[in-house]
T-cell receptor, first 116, second 113 residues
Framework: KQEVTQIPAALSVPEGENLVLNCSFT??????LQWFRQDPGKGLTSLLL?????REQTSGRLNASLDKSSGRSTLYIAASQPGDSATYLC???????????????FGAGTQVVVTP | EPEVTQTPSHQVTQMGQEVILRCVPI?????FYWYRQILGQKVEFLVS????????KSEIFDDQFSVERPDGSNFTLKIRSTKLEDSAMYFC???????????FGPGTRLTVL
């Protein structure tokens, strides 16, 4: 059974420091993995999607890597700002494309605080 | 930029009552989803919907739950007889054909008393 884990559960860094957020999964049979940002009481904002055939994906200060063989994805946020304070969730789409209609399985998230 | 919208933002109901949560997916999207997040827990998949029928559902999505696309724009989740444990944030999501990114709405917080 696929398990998705995010450690640590919470992280506090000073402004300007690079953020490294981890997501691990137990079954390497994944179709893609998506990183989301969740602000308190709000919805989920998609940040990056990385396909199973890709090693990394970049958007601005964000970079996500994927290593299926070791069951890990990492989200890097360069030069963190107080506005980056939020909970970051990873979610994977398990199996092959034909196995599912796109349901996502989520990790519990890492709560990030960037202090000025 | 197009976005998924959900109404109401907060719904309070008595145990045993029926509730309908509404979602308007992004207009050209054809795949629709409901997820829920109980306070302090992971976001959980409930159901996916395509071509006017359920394509996949989780164990949580029992006979008390139903989904419907009553017209060309709305997508609803109905809970027939709410229980205390149904209290959660319910998220609607949609995605386009031949695309993988799911776009989430802001959620409806359901409180069952």
């Amino acid at each position: 059974k696929q398990e998705v884990t995010q450690i640590p559960a919470a992280l506090s860094v000073p402004e300007g420091e690079n953020l490294v957020l981890n997501c691990s999964f137990t079954d390497s049979a994944i179709y893609n993995l998506q990183w989301f940002r969740q602000d308190p009481g709000k919805g989920l904002t998609s940040l990056l999607l990385i396909q199973s055939s890709q090693r990394e994906q970049t958007s601005g200060r964000l970079n996500a890597s994927l290593d299926k063989s070791s069951g890990r994805s990492t989200l890097y946020i360069a030069a963190s700002q107080p506005g980056d304070s939020a909970t970051y969730l990873c979610a994977l789409r398990p199996g092959r494309r034909t196995d599912s209609w796109g349901k996502l399985q989520f990790g519990a998230g890492t709560q990030v605080v960037v202090t000025p | 930029e197009p976005e998924v919208t959900q109404t109401p933002s907060h719904q309070v109901t008595q145990m045993g009552q029926e509730v309908i949560l509404r979602c308007v997916p992004i207009s050209n999207h054809l795949y629709f989803y409901w997820y829920r997040q109980i306070l302090g827990q992971k976001v959980e998949f409930l159901v996916s919907f395509y071509n006017n029928e359920i394509s996949e559902k989780s164990e949580i999505f029992d006979d008390q739950f139903s989904v419907e696309r009553p017209d060309g724009s709305n997508f609803t989740l109905k809970i027939r007889s709410t229980k205390l444990e149904d209290s959660a944030m319910y998220f609607c999501a949609s995605r386009a054909t031949y695309a993988d990114t799911q776009y989430f709405g802001p959620g409806t917080r359901l409180t069952v008393l």
